[in-house]
């Protein structure tokens, strides 16, 4: 007979580990079974991550919580995309937003429509027509009205939120649902001498914590995936060189902004991503490039408001584990890799990895294929937010140094090459298995990066001009006045 898994360990308590344990004590609300976490206080969390994908919505929506619980518990605005100012060049701005331009005309996409006309002279700003997009620009927000008969006004929103309090929040729902918190600090792990397969885990004080599925939420510090297991961490740093980040906290000096801001810099980019009660800042730039000192200099003078943490420099490397699942072990969050804060994609990949790890939650046979497969999805995933970040780079045409320039010229995977060439020829935009990012985030790239097709299909080619500049005339007018319906995201904070 099959034998069931009756104990679990977490080991690591910040966002990974108090996600987690809030997932499978849910998950397991009916059945028997043991979850125990535990973290160190004296090590602390990485702190930062509080910008993330509309995807929380289903995580809070399978936690049962309710959104206002969730913005009241974590300080959280909204975010209707990312603003991108200085990365095609300087001086020059464009948006992604979580929504869809237009609307097909005569059964054509929109975006067709819209290269049909610019290749007929019309001139359109393609942001024109989205209606988040336009949203965002004056600092507004509603939630989506989905009565409303037009999709036009149907877009997708994540949130800024203080990743602490997330973790918090996320506690106390788990230590409700019967998870042990066991705070001290892992010195040993004990692995079966003949399996390899991990058996317990030892606090300085000398209490051993035994179990049988273990996963690992211990940060960059890898303490069960990396130091105790040796599994293989592919480097991606030749597509994604950033590998330094300074993190510094200050008080909002203007109302916060329905979306991240990204600009880019001398050696990288910086982020500002406003909450309610404080700015989140940061500075990811390459070491090879400046000095952590005139990172700090740098990141100091680009941002306003009181401080209220000292810069913090938090060192890493973009890339991931050959191996999430690695035998009675699954990493998660920064255990298991990192693709850098560029599209704020790692909450949603500890969010993604949790789901794969409950669709094919092993038992004691731990059987291979299941993890394996598992390791494949998790693989494809990343691999996928890899391409769509390297994007940002590879399109750049800053010219401003050679770090820009390489980035400009560089190889890409074959993957994302693909994917370039198909869209420039024709505007085709091809969806691989297991994309985190949908068709309209590629075309706001590909358009905010200035990549034309050469062509339009040939449906598009066939529409009549003068229609679709009437129908395009209408679409732009309708998003105008519907921005108009939304209230500034400060009114809307207030109101709810
Ligand atoms: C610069 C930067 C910016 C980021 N921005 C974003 C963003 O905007 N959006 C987004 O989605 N993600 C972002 N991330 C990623 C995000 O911060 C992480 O994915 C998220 O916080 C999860 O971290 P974690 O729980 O894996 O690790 P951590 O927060 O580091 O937690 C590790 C836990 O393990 C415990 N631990 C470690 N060693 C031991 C030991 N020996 N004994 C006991 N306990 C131990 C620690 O005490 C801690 O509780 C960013 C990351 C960086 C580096």
Redesign the pocket.
């Known amino acids: 007979m099959v034998q069931q898994i009756q104990k679990i360990v977490i080991?690591?308590?910040?966002?990974?580990?108090?996600m987690a344990a809030a997932a499978l004590s849910k998950f397991f609300e009916s059945r028997k079974i043991s979850i125990q976490l535990?973290?160190?206080?004296?090590?602390?969390?990485?702190?930062?991550?509080?910008?993330?994908?509309p995807g929380i919505h289903q995580f809070n929506r399978y936690l049962d919580i309710s959104e206002l619980d969730f913005i009241k518990a974590t300080q959280a605005t909204f975010k209707l995309g990312i603003e991108f100012k200085d990365w095609f060049k300087q001086e020059h701005t464009f948006f992604h937003p979580f929504a869809d331009y237009g609307l097909p005309i005569n059964g054509v996409n929109f975006y067709q429509c819209w290269l049909k006309m610019q290749k007929s002279g019309y001139v359109y700003d393609l942001e024109d027509f989205c209606l988040a997009t336009q949203i965002a620009k004056q600092r507004r927000f509603a939630q989506v009205d989905h009565d409303l008969e037009t999709p036009l006004a149907l877009y997708n929103y994540a949130y800024h939120f203080d990743?602490s309090l997330y973790?918090k929040f996320l506690r106390n729902y788990a230590e409700q649902r019967g998870v042990i918190r066991q705070q001290?600090?892992?010195?040993s792990v004990a692995q079966n001498s003949s399996t390899g397969f991990i058996e317990s885990?030892t606090?300085t004080d000398g209490q051993v914590i035994s179990g049988q599925l273990f996963i690992d939420?211990?940060?960059?510090?890898g303490?069960l995936i990396d130091k105790t297991l040796k599994t293989e961490y592919i480097n991606w740093s030749k597509w994604l060189p950033c590998d330094r980040?300074i993190?510094l906290q200050t008080e909002n000096v203007e109302d916060a902004t329905p979306y991240?801001s990204s600009f880019a810099l001398t050696a990288g980019w910086q982020?500002k991503?406003p909450l309610q009660h404080r700015v989140?800042n940061?500075y990811?730039y390459s070491s090879n490039v400046i000095s952590e000192d005139e990172a700090i200099e740098s990141l100091l003078i680009n941002t306003s408001g009181a401080k209220l943490t000292s810069p913090r420099v938090?060192k890493?490397t973009a890339g991931m584990r050959k191996n999430f699942f690695v035998k009675n072990c699954v990493a998660?969050?920064?255990?298991s890799g990192?693709l850098?804060?560029l599209e704020?994609?790692?909450?949603?990949?500890?969010q993604t990895g949790i789901t794969k790890l409950i669709n094919y939650f092993p038992d004691m046979s731990f059987d291979s294929k299941k993890i394996a497969e598992v390791n494949r999805l998790n693989e494809m995933e990343y691999s996928r937010v890899r391409d769509f970040i390297i994007l940002h780079y590879k399109a750049n045409q800053r010219n401003v140094n050679d770090f820009w320039k390489a980035l400009a010229a560089m190889d890409v995977p074959e993957t994302l090459q693909n994917k370039m060439t198909a869209f420039k020829k024709d505007g085709t935009l091809i969806s691989y298995e297991l994309e985190s990012f949908q068709d309209a985030s590629w075309l706001s790239m590909y358009n905010g990066f200035k990549i034309t097709p050469e062509q339009c299909i040939p449906d598009a080619n066939n529409l009549d001009v003068t229609k679709l500049k009437q129908v395009m005339e209408k679409i732009k007018l309708a998003i105008q006045q519907g921005v108009l319906h939304a209230p500034t995201q400060k009114e809307f904070l207030s109101s709810i």
């Open positions: 080991v690591g308590g910040g966002t990974a580990g108090w535990v973290e160190s206080d004296d090590i602390g969390t990485v702190g930062v991550g509080e910008a993330t994908v990743a973790a001290g600090k892992i010195v885990v606090l939420c211990s940060g960059f510090a303490l980040a993190a991240t982020w991503i989140g940061g990811v938090i890493f998660l969050g920064l255990a990192f850098e804060p704020s994609t790692s909450i949603s990949l500890i």
